[in-house]
């Protein structure tokens, strides 16, 4: 990868980073866009890949994590709980409350729908010139950016975390 970066440097391409940039954010959402309406995803399964992304956790931080409402945030937690997607559990450090947290059947499902969202992918793939290599690259960049820069608390939490 060193290789690739070094002929992007020689070719001009690091004078183009800031529009590569903002088309990795905007086609990133538009694939995420793409996927969501042609792969049934049930309601609820931003709250499903929160609770995998960050491990149990209360009604208030995954409301803060998803920016939506409490109320909001309580109302998708009781329809998930209703199917069995997920659990309360005792907080592991204040008695007093409780946590939530996806159960097996939740893991399943959200299993389930990233094996969805991969095969329509790999669809779209089959019908580009793009080698495994070259997917594994954008893959990498893709992690390495927001591994770079881990969310906290509230902060940078705009972007569609659907699965």
């Known amino acids: 990868m060193r290789y690739i970066g070094l002929l992007c440097i020689l070719g001009g391409v ?12 905007v086609l990133a959402a538009r694939l995420t ?12 399964v931003r709250a ?14 995954l ?3 998803d920016r939506c409402s409490q109320p909001t945030m309580t109302a998708t937690l009781r329809t998930l709980r209703e199917q ?11 008695g007093r409350a409780q946590v939530v947290a996806l159960t097996d059947t939740g893991r399943a499902e959200l299993a389930r729908i990233r ?3 991969a095969e329509l992918v790999m669809a779209r793939l089959a019908d580009t010139r793009h080698s495994a290599e070259e997917v594994a690259t954008a893959v990498a ?3 390495d ?8 608390d509230g902060d940078d939490q705009q972007e569609d975390t659907t699965p």
């Open 141 to 143: 960049v893709l992690r």
């Open 33 to 44: 866009r793409a996927v969501r309406r042609e792969v049934d995803h049930p309601a609820g």
């Open 115 to 117: 094996q969805a969202n």
């Open 145 to 152: 950016v927001l591994d770079l820069h881990p969310r906290h």
């Open 84 to 94: 069995g997607l997920v659990d309360r559990q005792p907080h592991p450090t204040d």
């Open 14 to 25: 690091s004078d183009d980073l800031p529009d590569l940039a903002s088309d990795l954010v």
């Open 48 to 61: 499903l890949s929160l609770l995998d992304e960050h491990g149990p956790s209360g009604v208030t931080a």
């Open 63 to 65: 409301a803060a994590a």
